[in-house]
């Protein structure tokens, strides 16, 4: 049996937050900034509680009743995509909660939709030109 | 990953390389023989000191703060002391040529996090975060950007306000009905059409670009800093008040025009008030301006990357104060159609129904 590859939030250069169902991710250390709603809201909240990709995917189809192979690709791609990004790390160290905890606003849609990460580039130039303070990014 | 100092080539420094003393021995220097010209002002409740050795840079520097409250005699909560390079001489030992083509800001800082510094090519700025004071050269008036213009020292001044419980947010702010109204997004959303068009018509106003906020849930206070608006060339002309005005930028790259205001509008330029809401603008493709309710997590779009990034140091402390904001206040969409004058009483209704 493989291990369980465990998913959580790139701590170091990201802030985040679940508002009304939609998720909304800054990197700190790019300027680049996202948005998630739907079915990827709620693959970010297990990515919050540091849930496996596994138990995430059984998530997605238990609550939205797809496949399990479909979920799971689906989770695959948007992880790596995360990765990419820097805003998730992946690690085989970690522990799925009993119950997850579901956001306010992530309700059970009547229609799937594969999750997606829409990302925002538009900060970048001013990033470029005027550049923040490095190395003193704080930790709260 | 956050960079490492090794990565961070010059932008961290040794303290002893920080030229904070410097700048202050020069400053002192300068002001024997140049008396300097000095502002005592509340912002955003603290009292700040500003003195400039060279009356053509204080007449620049200080006019847009110059409509915040006077300081009574207390002891000041933090200095600024400018010194004008043509005007005293005075010049650092190193310095770049002076940029044409662009901005070229480099932010830098001490290792131990004492000192924090803004460079062009025209001008240093360090903030002494253990003394509360800052100190600024700067070549010539005449090489000023816009935003140095508009907003001086708004860089370091934003760090110091910011440890003070005081988040600088990329927004305008006025009031309307009593109420404080911010309009937030990201640059070309409408927040200075809106801001504008509300000033001329009477309102209360705090800023077009550039406000602060303290407090906690539920309650959020804005605080308006800087009395100006800065609005494109080509956008201008819809309001032929701020035209009559405005005066150009000094380099071919900036490509707006910066008024001074005064409250000539009829309007106060008020320096604070409680937020109430949050208006997203948005320019819609049809005649009537209206206004619908948005929701939190598009406030918090259209409010915390513009305004966190914007910061000298983007940090999730910031995010975190700007979410709780978001989470307190009603949001709506401002629809902008071409009735650019309807813009006021559109606002208006909204506020007196909040």
Same mark, same amino acid.
């Given at each position: 049996?493989?291990?369980?590859?465990?998913?959580?939030?790139?701590?170091?250069?990201?802030?985040?937050?679940?508002?009304?169902?939609?998720?909304?991710?800054?990197?700190?250390?790019?300027?680049?900034?996202?948005?998630?709603?739907?079915?990827?809201?709620?693959?970010?909240?297990?990515? @919050?509680?540091?849930?496996? =990709?596994?138990?995430?995917? %059984?998530?997605?189809?238990? +609550?939205?009743?797809? /496949?399990?192979?479909? $979920?799971?690709?689906?989770?695959?791609?948007?992880?790596?995509?995360?990765? @990419?990004?820097?805003?998730? =790390?992946?690690?085989?160290? %970690?522990?799925?909660?009993? +119950?997850?905890?579901? /956001?306010?606003?992530? $309700?059970?849609?009547?229609?799937?939709?594969?999750?997606?990460?829409?990302?925002?580039?538009?900060?970048?130039?001013?990033?470029?030109?005027?550049?923040?303070?490095?190395?003193?990014?704080?930790?709260? | 990953?956050?960079?490492?100092?090794?990565?961070?080539?010059?932008?961290?420094?040794?303290?002893?390389?920080?030229?904070?003393?410097?700048?202050?021995?020069?400053?002192?220097?300068?002001?024997?023989?140049?008396?300097?010209?000095?502002?005592?002002?509340?912002?955003?409740?603290?009292?700040?000191?500003?003195?400039?050795?060279?009356?053509?840079?204080?007449?620049?520097?200080?006019?847009?703060?110059?409509?915040?409250?006077?300081?009574?005699?207390?002891?000041?909560?933090?200095?600024?002391?400018?010194?004008?390079?043509?005007?005293?001489?005075?010049?650092?030992?190193?310095?770049?040529?002076?940029?044409?083509?662009?901005?070229?800001?480099?932010?830098?800082?001490?290792?131990?996090?004492?000192?924090?510094?803004?460079?062009?090519?025209?001008?240093?700025?360090?903030?002494?975060?253990?003394?509360?004071?800052?100190?600024?050269?700067?070549?010539?008036?005449?090489?000023?950007?816009?935003?140095?213009?508009?907003?001086?020292?708004?860089?370091?001044?934003?760090?110091?306000?910011?440890?003070?419980?005081?988040?600088?947010?990329?927004?305008?702010?006025?009031?309307?009905?009593?109420?404080?109204?911010?309009?937030?997004?990201?640059?070309?959303?409408?927040?200075?059409?809106?801001?504008?068009?509300?000033?001329?018509?009477?309102?209360?106003?705090?800023?077009?670009?550039?406000?602060?906020?303290?407090?906690?849930?539920?309650?959020?206070?804005?605080?308006?800093?800087?009395?100006?608006?800065?609005?494109?060339?080509?956008?201008?002309?819809?309001?032929?008040?701020?035209?009559?005005?405005?005066?150009?930028?000094?380099?071919?790259?900036?490509?707006?025009?910066?008024?001074?205001?005064?409250?000539?509008?009829?309007?106060?330029?008020?320096?604070?008030?409680?937020?109430?809401?949050?208006?997203?603008?948005?320019?819609?493709?049809?005649?009537?301006?209206?206004?619908?309710?948005?929701?939190?997590?598009?406030?918090?779009?259209?409010?915390?990357?513009?305004?966190?990034?914007?910061?000298?140091?983007?940090?999730?402390?910031?995010?975190?104060?700007?979410?709780?904001?978001?989470?307190?206040?009603?949001?709506?969409?401002?629809?902008?159609?071409?009735?650019?004058?309807?813009?006021?009483?559109?606002?208006?209704?909204?506020?007196?129904?909040?």
């Amino acid at each position: 049996m493989s291990e369980q590859r465990f998913v959580s939030p790139n701590g170091d250069q990201l802030a985040a937050k679940i508002m009304d169902g939609e998720a909304v991710l800054i990197n700190l250390a790019t300027g680049m900034y996202y948005s998630m709603a739907d079915s990827a809201t709620l693959i970010w909240s297990m990515i @919050e509680q540091g849930c496996s =990709v596994d138990y995430i995917a %059984g998530c997605l189809s238990d +609550r939205y009743d797809v /496949p399990d192979a479909q $979920a799971k690709r689906d989770v695959e791609r948007i992880v790596r995509e995360l990765e @990419e990004e820097e805003l998730a =790390v992946v690690s085989e160290v %970690g522990s799925n909660p009993e +119950r997850p905890s579901i /956001p306010e606003g992530v $309700a059970a849609p009547l229609e799937y939709f594969a999750p997606k990460l829409e990302k925002f580039s538009d900060m970048a130039e001013m990033f470029a030109l005027d550049p923040p303070l490095p190395g003193i990014v704080d930790r709260n | 990953m956050a960079q490492s100092a090794t990565e961070i080539g010059d932008q961290i420094l040794d303290p002893s390389a920080v030229p904070f003393a410097e700048l202050s021995h020069a400053f002192v220097e300068a002001s024997t023989h140049l008396k300097p010209e000095q502002l005592d002002v509340v912002v955003a409740g603290f009292h700040v000191r500003l003195r400039v050795a060279g009356p053509t840079l204080a007449a620049t520097l200080l006019a847009p703060l110059a409509h915040l409250p006077v300081a009574d005699g207390r002891r000041p909560d933090l200095v600024v002391d400018v010194i004008h390079g043509e005007e005293t001489g005075y010049a650092p030992a190193q310095t770049a040529a002076p940029t044409e083509s662009r901005y070229g800001i480099l932010l830098k800082a001490s290792d131990d996090g004492r000192f924090v510094g803004e460079e062009r090519g025209h001008t240093r700025s360090w903030l002494d975060r253990e003394q509360s004071r800052i100190v600024s050269w700067y070549a010539s008036e005449s090489l000023l950007n816009l935003d140095e213009r508009a907003r001086p020292f708004h860089k370091l001044l934003s760090t110091w306000l910011e440890e003070r419980g005081v988040q600088f947010v990329h927004a305008g702010l006025i009031t309307a009905e009593n109420r404080g109204l911010l309009f937030v997004g990201n640059g070309g959303a409408g927040k200075s059409t809106s801001s504008i068009a509300c000033m001329l018509a009477g309102m209360g106003f705090l800023g077009d670009d550039f406000v602060g906020f303290s407090g906690t849930a539920p309650r959020f206070r804005g605080h308006g800093i800087y009395g100006t608006c800065l609005l494109a060339n080509h956008h201008i002309h819809r309001f032929p008040a701020l035209e009559r005005i405005s005066k150009a930028a000094n380099h071919a790259f900036e490509d707006k025009r910066i008024s001074y205001l005064r409250g000539d509008y009829g309007n106060d330029l008020a320096t604070e008030v409680d937020l109430s809401a949050l208006l997203l603008p948005r320019v819609v493709d049809r005649g009537m301006t209206s206004t619908r309710p948005a929701s939190k997590g598009e406030a918090l779009m259209a409010i915390a990357p513009t305004s966190v990034m914007f910061l000298p140091r983007p940090s999730r402390a910031a995010f975190a104060r700007v979410s709780a904001l978001v989470e307190s206040l009603p949001a709506f969409w401002l629809e902008l159609g071409r009735d650019v004058d309807a813009i006021p009483d559109v606002v208006s209704a909204l506020a007196r129904n909040l």
